[in-house]
Nanobody
Framework: QVRLVESGGALVQAGDSLRLTCRFS????????MSWFRQAPGKEREFVAA????????YYADSVKGRFTISRENANTSVYLQMNNLKPEDTAVYYC?????????????????WGQGTQVTVSS
């Protein structure tokens, strides 16, 4: 059974940086496309970023393009989200999600494996 555990969320100020980590276990990590989603209070869960199985292809929501970077280390079965120049509107619970196989999906329905989430709060 796949298990995803996020860490790295915190309370920060606008303009700060954070790095989220998602640790994967329970299956062959390199067979999974991995993504980050986020959900703010009262809003639907939204796509943030995704990376294919090799790390060679990445995808971003327009709202984070140029500020966030997704990466993965297959040897460490981990995926990361480097978040720079954070804004108050980035405040949300951030979830890691995994999808076995190809292609990469950018909707929550495309993923069966989810972590519990980590809170990111950006104050102005």
């Amino acid at each position: 059974q796949v298990r995803l555990v996020e860490s790295g969320g915190a309370l920060v100020q606008a303009g700060d940086s954070l790095r989220l980590t998602c640790r994967f276990s329970g299956d062959t990590f390199s067979m999974y496309a991995m993504s980050w989603f986020r959900q703010a209070p009262g809003k639907e869960r939204e796509f943030v970023a995704a990376v294919n199985w090799s790390g060679g292809d990445t995808y971003y929501a327009d709202s984070v393009k140029g500020r966030f970077t997704i990466s993965r280390e297959n040897a460490n079965t981990s995926v990361y989200l480097q978040m720079n120049n954070l804004k108050p509107e980035d405040t949300a619970v951030y979830y890691c999600a995994g999808r076995r196989g190809i292609p990469v999906k950018t909707t929550p329905r495309g993923y069966k494996s989810w972590g519990q989430g980590t809170q990111v709060t950006v104050s102005s």
